[in-house]
């Protein structure tokens, strides 16, 4: 199997520690697997003419589904796309497909943490409740989405960012049986528990079947 072909698996992401975190979630180091490592993964970084896609569906899977269909048509490849993001309880979901740009455009992490903070600061903290949600979607080089996943992590919005690790909304997110955030937890913790390693997890299986077909060639 070794000498089979590498098999081009596009990222269908620009942001260079989400790339990191979903290509160790799409071939696990600690889960070897021949077919999937035969996976030549990269980034819409390695893609630079690829315009971006304008992610105006109203729900996670709409926008996982329409960056990965547009992405592989523009580029002829299997391209994997993620829409992620957090869904507080008390905000009613928000701020949901809005995560990215919670504080308005640009993308920024400190802002969209800060208006999430400004937003809690009067609720108490057993209504703090939260979830990360992710979900996958897999096209082919036509751009018919061949394969999906979701994933969920259950936590609570802290007061005051804690840990340097992770992105976006990690260093609020607390994990209350670790006591820790997304930002405090070490890669290996966060790639067992996290909204997209449960994603993932539910993919993989399909992804080896979906090799071994020989329908990524």
Known sequence: MTDLPRIPLVLGTR???KGLELAQLVAPPWEPNPRLARLDV?????????????????????NARKKASEVARTLGLWVLADDSGL??????????VYSARYAGEPSDDEANNRK?????????????GAAFLCNLALADPNGEVRLEAQGACRGRIIRELRGP??????????IPEYHKTFGELGALAKHQLSHRSRAFARLRPALDRLIASGAMG
Not at 42 to 62: C, I, K, N, Q
Not at 116 to 128: G, I, K, S
């Open 15 to 17: 942001n260079r520690k």
């Open 42 to 62: 990269r980034t819409l970084d390695d893609h630079p003419d690829v315009p971006d896609v304008v992610e105006d569906a109203d729900t996670f899977s709409g």
């Open 87 to 96: 869904a507080v309880d008390f905000l009613k979901g928000a701020p949901g």
């Open 116 to 128: 999430l903070l400004e937003a809690l600061a009067e609720v108490p903290d057993e209504a703090r």
């Open 165 to 174: 690790g992770g992105f976006g909304y990690d260093p609020l997110f607390l």
